[in-house]
């Protein structure tokens, strides 16, 4: 069952979101190096989310990993996406998005929304327009943030987005998709 959560939206309109500051892209010289990095970071299993967003017939997403919780009071998270995509570009223009946390059984859906290839990623899987703004919100997902930014840091290759959640779907008895050391999994049940 789907129970929806909805504070009421006022039209969709097209913004701009400007960032806020900027982080400082200096290295320090005793960090580590990158292939460290990405040993420690592909040890770390995460939850898997497809970022969407849309305005009128344009609609553009990504498959993310970083994102995460910010507060409670306001109900805030943060989504690191990469600067030079489609998909920021168009979110910065809209002033919103949504968080899809997908359930076990879309690792399909993650791995088309990740790909490089020039495909209508929204071909895969059922969407419907949001409740805020209309944003793609995928059916059958763990859960859905929509989401309006509040505000961008730039920070060098990514924009860390601050957003207001606007409106959240939950879906009862899901289970979550996971990633770690470079492919997809699900939590084991405990008997």
């Known amino acids: 069952a789907l129970r929806r959560d909805a504070i009421a939206s006022p039209p ?3 913004v701009f979101v400007s960032f806020s500051h900027v982080l400082a892209s200096g290295r320090p010289l005793d960090a580590i190096d990158l292939d460290g990095f990405r040993a420690g970071m592909r040890a770390w299993a995460s939850g898997v989310t497809v970022l969407t967003t849309g305005h009128g017939d344009r609609r553009a997403g990504l498959t993310a990993t970083a994102m995460c919780s910010l507060s409670a009071e306001p109900p805030r998270l943060i989504a690191c996406v990469n600067q030079r995509g ?6 910065r223009e809209t002033g919103h998005f949504v968080v899809n946390v997908l359930a076990q059984e879309q690792a399909n859906i993650a791995a088309c929304f990740a790909s490089s290839k020039d495909v209508d990623r929204f071909a895969i899987g059922v969407w419907r327009e949001g409740d805020y703004r209309g944003a793609p919100v995928l059916g059958a997902a763990l859960c859905c943030f929509e989401c309006a930014i509040a505000e961008i840091v730039d920070a060098v290759s990514h924009g860390l987005i601050i957003a207001d959640i606007k409106t959240v779907h ?7 998709l996971l990633y770690a050391a470079g492919r997809f999994s699900n939590l084991e049940v405990e008997t």
């Not at 489609?86 to 979110?91: E, H, K, V, W, Y």
């Not at 939950?170 to 289970?175: F, K, W």
């Open 12 to 14: 969709p309109e097209t």
């Open 86 to 91: 489609p998909s920021f570009t168009l979110m």
């Open 170 to 176: 939950v879906s009862d008895g899901a289970r979550p």
